[in-house]
């Protein structure tokens, strides 16, 4: 074994998960109209169901998983975590019912809880100087796969819409025999487990402990819930509009996909500080609420396909408000920030599934076809945080100081 391999490992473990999480997105909506007998509108709340029980598993797990692995190691943690995500994808290939479908969303969603412990793992075996690079091949890591496994999810349907967890299935019984094999354990100094530090609300807490924030973190919530509209609505929203079939469901995603890695890994990096985090959101939120304007009502699928890149491009709102929450707050109070940032962002993907696919069911149950109507209240919504961001009097004007 050579000192790269365990790196290997992890790296093709964040590929895994992701894919994981891109692979089921095309056939979802098959898979639950197969399960059920029932309508495409009818499959879109049981959808958002299961995303939001997998989100909810991962906020209420990952501090304690996180705490687990400083307890009892790293490799245990990785490949316990493996070995029940390998199982679930079992489930998921053979569940008949739509509770054994939810039971299954509800493992999947603790067991994938492991980018904490695998950035711990890289922390262990990373020198000072090296960290840094590390934790990019690993948030890169998960990208690739994010894009890779919508596009593959689209292809392996032509086979059913249960291959793609099939195939799931594979690669996690590969990868978690070849970490029995590679993966060392780097935990050199245990800590007894903390109950308390495996709390998920405890970073939202340090809201208090962050005067002059307010604001800015609803502005945050906001945006996160409009945004996350996209992953909750797409396939079925795609499919009812445009017809589109599972592979272009897949390859529609991929462009996503692709899209937002040359958002995060180039224009953030020339936008942001040309214009500045300030004119960033006064532009870039307005920006997204067009966007999801022109979504909303688009009438072709050609049409959508160009939008995605656009769409894509309103990421940039993020790291601007991130930004902006940092230079306000204490030097001393940057991890408390981002552990609210976090738990803001898990919360969101926990609501917005229920949202806006109750919203889509509304809108195209019995002789009702608008299934842009998701975006629409998106749009609204990115309209509020806009209101908010530009209610702050006080945060733009420390911002000028």
């Known amino acids: 074994m050579t000192p790269r391999l365990p790196i290997v490992f992890i790296l093709v473990t964040m590929v895994i998960e992701a894919m994981g999480i891109g692979l089921i997105l095309p056939v979802m909506p098959s898979l639950l109209r197969e399960v059920q007998g029932t309508s495409l509108s009818q499959a879109a709340l049981w959808g958002g169901l299961l995303a939001s029980s997998y989100a909810l598993m991962q906020f209420l797990f990952s501090p304690a998983i996180g705490n687990l692995s400083d307890r009892f190691g790293r490799r245990p943690v990785l490949l316990g975590s493996l070995a029940v995500i390998f199982f679930d994808y079992v489930l998921m290939v053979l569940a ?13 969603g603790i067991a994938a809880a492991t980018m904490s412990t695998a950035m711990a793992f890289m922390a262990d075996i990373s020198t000072p100087e090296k960290k840094a690079a590390n934790f990019g091949l690993v948030s890169a890591a998960f990208g690739a796969g994010f894009v890779l496994g919508p596009a593959i999810g689209g292809l392996l349907a032509e086979w059913g819409p249960r291959a793609p967890f099939w195939a799931a299935a594979i690669l996690s019984g590969a990868n978690l025999v070849f970490g029995l094999i590679v993966l060392p354990e780097t935990l050199r100094k245990p800590r007894p487990f903390n109950l308390s530090r495996a709390n998920p609300l405890g970073s939202l807490r340090a809201v208090t402990a962050l005067p002059g924030l307010g604001g800015l973190l609803l502005v945050f919530f906001f945006y996160q819930v409009a945004n996350w509209v996209y992953p909750a609505i797409w396939a079925y929203f795609t499919q009812s509009a445009f017809g589109w079939t599972e592979r272009m469901v897949g390859v529609s995603l991929a ?11 180039v224009l953030i990096r ?14 870039f939120l307005p920006y997204n609420a067009v ?3 022109c979504v909303a009502f688009v009438p072709h699928g050609w049409l959508m396909l160009l939008l995605t890149p656009f769409s894509a491009l309103g990421a940039i709102v993020q790291p601007a408000i991130q930004g902006v929450a940092s230079r306000v707050t204490a030097d001393d109070a940057q991890g408390e920030l981002q552990g609210v940032l976090a738990s803001i962002t898990a919360i969101a993907a926990i609501v917005s599934p229920l949202l806006m696919t109750r919203i889509f069911n509304i809108a195209t149950e019995g002789d009702r076809h608008f299934p842009g109507a998701p975006f629409l209240s998106a749009c609204g919504l990115m309209i ?3 209101l908010l961001y530009r209610s702050q009097r006080d945060l733009r004007a420390s911002l000028k100081t």
Not at 96 to 108: F, K, P, S, V
Request: net charge positive.
């Open 96 to 108: 008949d019912t739509i509770w054994l479908l939810l039971i299954g969303r509800i493992i999947a």
């Open 255 to 265: 462009v996503y996909g692709i899209s937002m890695v040359v958002v995060q890994g």
């Open 270 to 283: 020339w936008i942001i500080p040309r214009l500045g985090e300030r004119t960033t959101l006064r532009w």
């Open 291 to 293: 966007i999801l304007l």
């Open 384 to 386: 509020v945080a806009w």
